[in-house]
């Protein structure tokens, strides 16, 4: 309500100097008219639903677009040094916001990138490119234990929990995803109503099993049945860890845990929400294809899949032997990569635990080959995916099709100013704070939220066309290229091992032999037999 008596007050000044204009000197004019049209600006930002910054921050939020206005020098300088810590650079950025807004996302005179460092990545395009084809390309998940096959868009929207996100956040997101046509992951915090505005939905289940847990945290498979059962739950996500803070349970601070959230956690209110660790309805990979198939039965057949940023090689070959051994396969695995980001997280689990999206990604797209597995399992990339081109990277990479959550956020009004896990979010995005959530408009973020995934997933389109590519079975790590010096490119093909079909089934390739050796179903990596 502090906006609300802000703007009031200078309402009450701007009368007051009216008054003492009308008795007094014609100086009381000039600041009479100036309060006058800061109040009228004031009542202007509480009632537009456009900008949440302004419904929040009325008369000074405007501060921030004229920022904007000055940019990039200014607007650069400021956003680097006071908001970002890990930011996408200003072109993403921007180009993020353009296409929310259903601008044009076009730069003038050439890129801004210096393409000649080393490190420097780009895509192979054909002197035959194509047309763009009329639809965008979808895969389907669904093994052969599925009954009810799903047809996954190529750019979908990330785990992100109501607790993370406020619950209007959460409505922009639902909503946009039901007008374009693609998946809406839950996150581990369950199944709300705020999901189940029309959109298709992947329900994430982590380690506190959240919406389907008994009073003492154990897991509850009528619950889990009931909730399942739901039309719009279309595929059902065991969360192992994610990029951001791997091999640790996430954290939902007291603050947060409102009387609502903590009725669809099944959590006590006001106290801080800790996830553990790890699960406790599976210690090896051997148990953990049990719950698989377990849940994927519970569920009538809807696909049922994991999601983990990969820490050891040794771990995704004993999961694939698991598979193996009891017959049992998930339809679908998400790799999150360690740039991946969340709302709250030590910093050395940010900076130093797990792998990169690229490695992650390679290493399970070759360990799924290499036991022949690849065909009946879809594999997902996260982490850090904003653009068409890191859609088509990911997809040569191994991936059949991605998921964003900080691009998503940033649709819906996000500025990044990195006050997630204080419950204080200036634009209504990340708190809990019903005051502050109301700022964000749900009708005009939904439409954000449609245009940027449909304007990004339809730029990937035009970048394989470019390529030659009239599916993406066709692309190949010949497609992507990296410059190692200022005289030296060498392609994905070159640059990694790529294993051949079932190769780790007959003969393991020697880089690959001791991990497969020291892998086994009925653990977890062996303590010192971890490799990279």
């Not at 009308?22 to 009479?32: E, K, P």
């Not at 956003?79 to 916001?97: A, C, K, Q, W």
């Amino acid at each position: 309500m502090i906006r609300f008596g802000a703007v009031v007050a200078l309402t009450v000044l701007a009368m007051i100097l009216v008054a003492a204009a009308v008795i007094g000197s014609w100086g009381w004019w000039v600041l009479a008219a100036v309060t006058m049209l800061l109040a009228a600006v004031g009542w202007y930002d509480l009632i537009q639903r456009r900008h949440s910054v302004l419904r929040n921050y009325p008369v000074v939020g405007h501060m921030r677009y004229l920022l904007e206005a000055l940019r990039p020098e200014l607007q650069q300088y400021f956003i680097e040094r006071n908001f970002d810590g890990r930011p996408f650079d200003r072109d993403v950025r921007s180009l993020i916001y353009e296409r929310a807004k259903g601008t044009a996302a076009e730069l003038s005179y050439g890129t801004e990138r210096d393409i000649n460092i080393e490190g420097y990545e780009y895509l192979v395009h054909s002197t035959a490119p194509l047309d763009e084809p009329p639809e965008p390309f979808r895969a389907r998940i669904g093994g052969p234990d599925c009954r009810h096959p799903y047809d996954m868009a190529l750019m979908n929207i990330s785990s992100m929990s109501f607790g993370a996100l406020s619950g209007n956040a959460l409505r922009a997101l639902n909503n946009g995803a039901k007008l374009g046509g693609f998946a809406h992951d839950t996150g581990e915090g369950g199944l709300t109503p705020y999901h189940l505005g029309g959109a298709d939905v992947v329900w994430e289940i982590g380690s506190g099993y959240f919406g389907t847990r008994t009073r003492d945290g154990a897991f509850d498979p009528d619950q889990f049945a009931d909730k399942a059962a739901h039309d719009a739950v279309k595929c059902i996500s065991i969360k192992l860890s994610q990029g951001a803070k791997p091999g640790v349970g996430g954290v939902l601070p007291a603050a947060k845990v409102s009387e609502e959230i903590a009725r669809y956690r099944g959590v006590p209110a006001g106290q801080k929400c800790v996830s553990p660790a790890a699960h406790s309805m599976f210690h090896t990979p051997r148990e953990l294809v049990g719950f698989i198939a377990r849940l994927r039965e519970l569920a009538d057949g809807k696909p049922v899949g994991v999601k983990l940023c990969v820490g050891s090689r040794v771990d995704i070959l004993a999961i694939c032997k698991a598979m193996l051994a009891e017959g049992i396969t998930p339809d679908f695995i998400i790799v999150d990569g360690a740039e991946g980001g969340t709302a709250a997280a030590p910093l050395e689990y940010e900076d130093h635990v797990g792998l990169p999206l690229t490695d992650g990604l390679m290493t399970v797209h070759n360990a799924l080959v290499g036991t022949g597995l690849r065909d009946v399992i879809r594999v997902g990339a996260s982490g850090k995916v904003a653009t068409g081109t890191d859609i088509v990277k990911r997809l040569i990479q191994g991936a059949d099709y991605t998921n964003a959550a900080r691009p998503m956020m940033m649709a819906t009004g996000c500025i990044q100013s990195q006050r997630c896990h204080t419950n204080h979010c200036p634009v209504g995005v990340a708190t809990q704070d019903p005051r502050r959530a109301r700022a964000l408009d749900v009708a005009d973020k939904s439409q954000r939220v449609y245009r940027y995934q449909r304007a990004t997933v339809a730029q990937a389109m035009r970048l394989m066309a470019s390529m030659g590519i009239t599916d993406p079975a066709q692309l190949s790590p010949h497609l992507l290229r990296k410059r190692l010096s200022a005289t030296e490119q060498r392609s994905y093909a070159e640059l990694y091992e790529w294993l051949p079909a079932k190769a780790l089934l007959s003969e393991p390739p020697e880089s690959w032999q001791v991990d497969w050796e020291s892998a086994t179903p009925d653990s977890f990596s062996p303590i010192g037999t971890q490799r990279i």
